[in-house]
């Protein structure tokens, strides 16, 4: 996701008094950056991965920064202190919502008034070519395949009117919604990338219905596709996501 941090980092354009929320943040390098530019502000992480979180405490102590913490916690129900923070961020950590209406709400009464929310968040499988050469590779096949489990679940806030009428019901105001699209890594090579997508869950949700003869034969087809993909600087594909922007009234 290196190339979408970059684009992230930019639209929240976190200034030196900031204080951050960052929405599902994972190891925290979106945490972490922010903290870095919030000089006399503060940036807290929230995710419900405890392993990450962990990970994400480590690096930052590694790295001495001190206005950087982090939280086990649903951003969904998290009891947040109202009106605190002046940006809120997320990179790929809010599609996962099983009420998004409610799950905004939660986050914009954390958010002091005018302060800013600025997500990125996948555009439609379709567009996705890491999904549709992927999904064609462990089909076998031209035939369609919809996404399933988790995969499923990170492409909907796909449809920008959807997302735009989700945070305009949970309270936010002026929803802008740019394209940003840039290739996305899953390792050094074919095998590398095998272990990445499988890591993800996105390989196993694909050959779920299949038998074990089955599934061998899709994952000697993806690797072969992986392989193609392999650019000697390593494996990539192209992607569409959506950079959403709203600010709290």
């Given at each position: 996701m290196s190339r979408y941090h970059v684009r992230l980092r930019a639209a929240a354009d976190v200034g030196s008094s900031d204080r951050?929320?960052?929405i599902g943040c994972g190891t925290g390098q979106t945490t972490r950056d922010a903290a870095?530019?919030?000089?006399?502000?503060s940036a807290l992480g929230v995710d419900v991965s405890h392993p990450m979180v962990e990970r994400a405490?480590?690096?930052?102590?590694?790295?001495?920064?001190?206005n950087v913490s982090f939280e086990l916690s649903d951003a969904q129900v998290h009891p947040?202190?109202?009106?605190h923070f002046t940006v809120g961020l997320s990179r790929f950590g809010t599609m996962f919502f099983?009420?998004?209406?409610?799950?905004?709400?939660n986050i914009g009464r954390a958010l002091r008034p005018g302060a800013r929310l600025v997500?990125?968040?996948w555009q439609p499988h379709h567009r996705q070519e890491w999904f549709g050469a992927i999904r064609q590779a462990l089909a076998g096949s031209d035939s369609q395949m919809s996404p399933a489990g988790l995969t499923r679940a990170a492409f909907s806030l796909g449809d920008p009117a959807v997302a735009a009428g989700l945070l305009t019901a949970a309270g936010f105001t002026a929803v802008e919604i740019t394209e940003v699209r840039e290739?996305?890594?899953?390792?050094p090579d074919a095998a590398g990338a095998l272990d990445a997508l499988s890591g993800l869950g996105m390989a196993e949700d694909?050959?779920?219905?299949?038998?074990?003869?089955?599934r061998a034969r899709a994952l000697e087809r993806l690797l072969v596709l992986l392989d193609a993909h392999d650019t000697g600087e390593g494996v990539w594909f192209d992607s569409c996501a959506w950079s959403l922007s709203a600010s709290r009234p």
């Amino acid at each position: 996701m290196s190339r979408y941090h970059v684009r992230l980092r930019a639209a929240a354009d976190v200034g030196s008094s900031d204080r951050v929320l960052d929405i599902g943040c994972g190891t925290g390098q979106t945490t972490r950056d922010a903290a870095r530019a919030a000089t006399s502000g503060s940036a807290l992480g929230v995710d419900v991965s405890h392993p990450m979180v962990e990970r994400a405490r480590q690096l930052s102590e590694a790295e001495g920064l001190r206005n950087v913490s982090f939280e086990l916690s649903d951003a969904q129900v998290h009891p947040f202190a109202p009106r605190h923070f002046t940006v809120g961020l997320s990179r790929f950590g809010t599609m996962f919502f099983a009420d998004p209406v409610a799950a905004f709400a939660n986050i914009g009464r954390a958010l002091r008034p005018g302060a800013r929310l600025v997500q990125l968040v996948w555009q439609p499988h379709h567009r996705q070519e890491w999904f549709g050469a992927i999904r064609q590779a462990l089909a076998g096949s031209d035939s369609q395949m919809s996404p399933a489990g988790l995969t499923r679940a990170a492409f909907s806030l796909g449809d920008p009117a959807v997302a735009a009428g989700l945070l305009t019901a949970a309270g936010f105001t002026a929803v802008e919604i740019t394209e940003v699209r840039e290739p996305i890594y899953y390792g050094p090579d074919a095998a590398g990338a095998l272990d990445a997508l499988s890591g993800l869950g996105m390989a196993e949700d694909l050959v779920a219905d299949l038998d074990e003869t089955g599934r061998a034969r899709a994952l000697e087809r993806l690797l072969v596709l992986l392989d193609a993909h392999d650019t000697g600087e390593g494996v990539w594909f192209d992607s569409c996501a959506w950079s959403l922007s709203a600010s709290r009234p």
